[in-house]
T-cell receptor, first 113, second 114 residues
Framework: AQSVAQPEDQVNVAEGNPLTVKCTYSVSGNPYLFWYVQYPNRGLQFLLKYITGDNLVKGSYGFEAEFNKSQTSFHLKKPSALVSDSALYFCAVRLAGYQKVTFGIGTKLQVIP | GAGVSQSPRYKVAKRGQDVALRCDPISGHVSLFWYQQALGQGPEFLTYFQNEAQLDKSGLPSDRFFAERPEGSVSTLKIQRTQQEDSAVYLC????????????FGEGSWLTVV
């Protein structure tokens, strides 16, 4: 079985401040990890993924995420938040060698001007 | 096409009516997924195809849900005798063969059962 936990329903951050959206995962093997963003009434847009290699991965729109195997975490970060970053963020996990991707329940990011 | 295309974008069905939702994946993508997203929730896996083969349908909630991809490209998700609890966004995604590949989502089909 595989699962994802996003412990915060909502994260509020002031524009220009750094942001972190938390994600922990559980999987019986090597994980592939993903972050997606969803704007209102839209589908999910891919931000970044960790497959192997460097634990710090960089993605679209200045976002990055750090894979921490010992803490089974894959937190999403951005050095300086923009109002336009306000959206719903989903973390997802896939067991290496398998196809099914399991998503968390999402975290609403609110960037305050 | 450039992205995953889904139709209709919005569907209102009367309870008991059958509905069909279409997904046109990114050209060349062998993997195709259907997810269900209820209001305020994350996407829940329904089913997965590799080409025309339905390799995993463990997430289909009942035998009223049926998916097909007969020629390994376009897929249809059919819901028979719709019920109010079927109201959700149905998301289609496609990707390459390997599990390291990213899956890309369409805009979704919003189903409301009244």
């Amino acid at each position: 079985a595989q699962s994802v936990a996003q412990p915060e329903d909502q994260v509020n951050v002031a524009e220009g401040n750094p942001l972190t959206v938390k994600c922990t995962y559980s999987v019986s093997g090597n994980p592939y990890l993903f972050w997606y963003v969803q704007y209102p009434n839209r589908g999910l847009q891919f931000l970044l993924k960790y497959i192997t290699g460097d634990n710090l991965v960089k993605g679209s729109y200045g976002f990055e995420a750090e894979f921490n195997k010992s803490q089974t975490s894959f937190h999403l970060k951005k050095p300086s938040a923009l109002v336009s970053d306000s959206a719903l963020y989903f973390c997802a996990v896939r067991l290496a060698g398998y196809q099914k991707v399991t998503f968390g329940i999402g975290t609403k990011l609110q960037v305050i001007p | 096409g450039a992205g995953v295309s889904q139709s209709p974008r919005y569907k209102v069905a009367k309870r008991g009516q059958d509905v069909a939702l279409r997904c046109d994946p990114i050209s060349g993508h062998v993997s195709l997924f259907w997810y269900q997203q209820a209001l305020g929730q994350g996407p829940e896996f329904l089913t997965y195809f590799q080409n025309e083969a339905q390799l995993d349908k463990s997430g289909l909630p009942s035998d009223r849900f049926f998916a097909e991809r007969p020629e390994g490209s376009v897929s249809t998700l059919k819901i028979q005798r719709t019920q109010q609890e079927d109201s959700a966004v149905y998301l289609c995604a496609s990707g390459g063969r390997g599990s390291g590949n990213t899956i890309y989502f369409g805009e979704g089909s919003w189903l409301t059962v009244v």
